[in-house]
């Protein structure tokens, strides 16, 4: 139990922190609000009246994010293998050709669908 206990105590600080920092800015921070601060911010397009469930969202945001998704794991999973590679072996070697060639599967086939082309 000893060995979790600095875990459990940086656990706590954070969490402490976390609460402090909202409950001081509730109680230091300004409490002017006027109808632009209350309004959901749109990216200075005005949205037009229609009813709920009724317009289609475009998929090519989702598109953009899953390919973020995939590109930004895709380097999370190569900074270990760059740290130890000289351990891994050909194992190591193997695996990570095998995981890059995955990886440039989906690039090429994102590429040859259109998704990485800013229309």
Do not use: Q
Not at 82 to 98: K, P
Not at 100 to 113: L, T
């Amino acid at each position: 139990m000893n060995v979790y206990v600095p875990i459990l105590v940086l656990g706590a600080i954070a969490a402490a922190f976390a609460v402090f920092s909202v409950v001081m800015s509730m109680i230091v921070g300004p409490k002017r609000y006027n109808r632009a601060k209350l309004d959901a911010y749109e990216c200075g397009i005005e949205p037009t009246p229609h009813r709920v469930g009724s317009s289609r969202f475009p998929v090519k945001y989702y598109m953009t994010a899953m390919l973020f998704i995939i590109f930004d794991i895709e380097i999370v999973f190569l900074y270990p293998w760059a740290v130890h590679f000289d351990a891994l072996g050909f194992f190591g070697l193997g695996a990570m050709a095998l995981f890059i060639f995955n990886v440039s599967v989906a690039y090429a086939y994102e590429w040859r669908r259109g998704g990485l082309s800013w229309d």
